[in-house]
């Protein structure tokens, strides 16, 4: 099956159920996290932005749990930064990346734009586009990472998927396109992510700049620009990363994040987690020292002092000291004063990051770490060697997500519109207008 066949002919039913149930498990994810950033720096700031400088013209979207009119460029590049500034949206192993900070976001700019012109998308098509979104996203973040020098950060390759989900919304013709496709891989956000993780800013993974990519790159192509081929796409040295579509699902090798941080960080959270409930003497005032062994890229987060809420987020042992600390590491400990918390700082300064080369060996096709605790009365706990909690051979349960779900949106939106949001998502399918789930989503919270 040809690509353009795929994303015209693909229909929601189509995928196999669990697929289905994983689309909207991602869908709810991305929501809840973008309400439990909806207040911090980097979401009110590009909101601000948003708004002073791409205003509604002739398309209009509004900006998620704020209501306020915008071009859908300005709605993609809010939406992505709004999700990608809370660290705990899910993300993919082949790709070293995310595609869905930036294809909702996206998908939800340009289906409220048609909608503002009057065009009807069942909740059944909003579901089709996203998992196009998601599916030829996630198989170019494959390709990128197979063929550049470079790791990339997620908006190199997430606005193909943005392209391909909106070229079935818009209705393009095979031609048109194929240009959107070369437009957006051409003008895509080539990041250097390693500089990010080593110097930590609102910049994060560029889903944002992504969002803003795919859209720009179908108005472009839609106003006659052209831009074939995408080298990520149909160049021969790729094939293989698409020769599966519509039969293989790259959105079911997706892994979800417990906590608000790195996905690099997470294993050694999850090793921290199972030492404590084995272990009920690892108590703060009772841990002289902790010992970090993991992989290179994640010994480089270090974070012992974060200055803000980036450096928090992109640290390994200030979210493992809150742990300690606190029993939890939420979105309350990776923002606001919590960063500058003393019982957190206290705990941090005791613990050592170290590269283990048996796991860097096992990277990226394994993310490990392993951690050994000291308590001062001389006894010591290393747990094995041990994967993040939600990974797909370590899936959350529903009830963890649901958990997580409400513990980002019931505080930021309240508890009656989370739960309504939380059912609309898993009765999208059977909406025949979408209207009433993109209220909730974008009108002021």
Excluded at 269 to 278: C, D, F, G, P, V
Excluded at 302 to 317: C, I, K, S, T, V
């Amino acid at each position: 099956m040809s690509l353009y066949s795929f994303i015209q002919n693909f229909e929601f039913s189509d995928a196999p159920a669990k697929t289905q149930e994983l689309l909207k498990i991602c869908l709810l994810d991305i929501i809840g996290v973008a309400a439990g950033a909806r207040v911090n720096n980097t979401s009110v700031t590009l909101k601000s932005f948003a708004a002073t400088h791409y205003p509604a013209s002739s398309l209009s979207s509004r900006l998620w749990f704020d209501g306020r009119a915008v071009h859908p460029f300005g709605a993609g590049y809010a939406g992505g930064f709004n999700v990608d500034s809370l660290d705990a949206h899910e993300g993919h192993f082949t790709s070293k990346g995310h595609a869905g900070a930036t294809v909702v976001p996206a998908v939800i700019a340009l289906v409220d734009a048609c909608r503002a012109q009057g065009k009807d998308i069942t909740g059944e098509e909003l579901l089709t586009v996203l998992m196009l979104g998601y599916e030829t996203g996630l198989r170019a973040g494959n390709a990128l990472m197979a063929t550049a020098p470079e790791y990339h950060a997620s908006g190199a390759f997430s606005g193909l998927g943005v392209v391909c989900a909106g070229a079935r919304l818009l209705k393009l013709d095979e031609n048109t396109f194929r240009h959107a496709l070369g437009i957006a891989e051409y003008f895509g956000p080539r990041c250097p992510m390693m500089r990010l993780v080593d110097h930590p800013s609102m910049l994060r993974d560029a889903h944002g700049a992504g969002a803003y990519a795919g859209l720009n790159a179908l108005f472009m192509a839609q106003a006659g620009v052209t831009g074939a081929p995408a080298g990520t796409v149909e160049a021969s040295d790729v094939a293989q990363f698409w020769s599966g579509v519509g039969t293989d699902w790259e959105i079911d090798k997706q892994y979800f994040k417990p906590w608000p941080v790195c996905r690099w960080a997470q294993p050694a959270l999850t090793a921290m987690t199972q030492l404590k409930l084995q272990h009920p003497q690892i108590h703060p005032d009772a841990v002289e020292s902790v010992k970090v062994e993991t992989f290179h890229e994640s010994m480089r987060l270090q974070g012992h002092r974060p200055n803000n809420a980036d450096e928090a987020q992109y640290a390994l042992a200030f979210p493992r000291a809150a742990l300690i600390a606190r029993g939890r590491v939420g979105a309350d400990e990776v923002t606001g004063v919590a960063i500058h918390a003393p019982e957190i700082l206290s705990i941090s300064e005791k613990i050592v990051i170290t590269e283990a080369a048996d796991l860097s060996a096992r990277f990226p096709s394994e993310i490990l770490s392993r951690v050994t605790v000291l308590l001062k009365d001389g006894t010591s706990f290393t747990s094995p060697i041990t994967a993040a909690k939600g990974d797909p051979d370590f899936p959350m349960s529903a009830a963890e997500f649901s958990e997580k779900f409400h513990l980002f949106a019931d505080t930021s939106l309240g508890v009656a519109r989370s739960q309504a949001i939380q059912e609309e998502v898993w009765s999208l399918a059977g909406q025949l207008d979408s209207k009433h789930f993109l209220d909730l989503l974008l009108s002021p919270a």
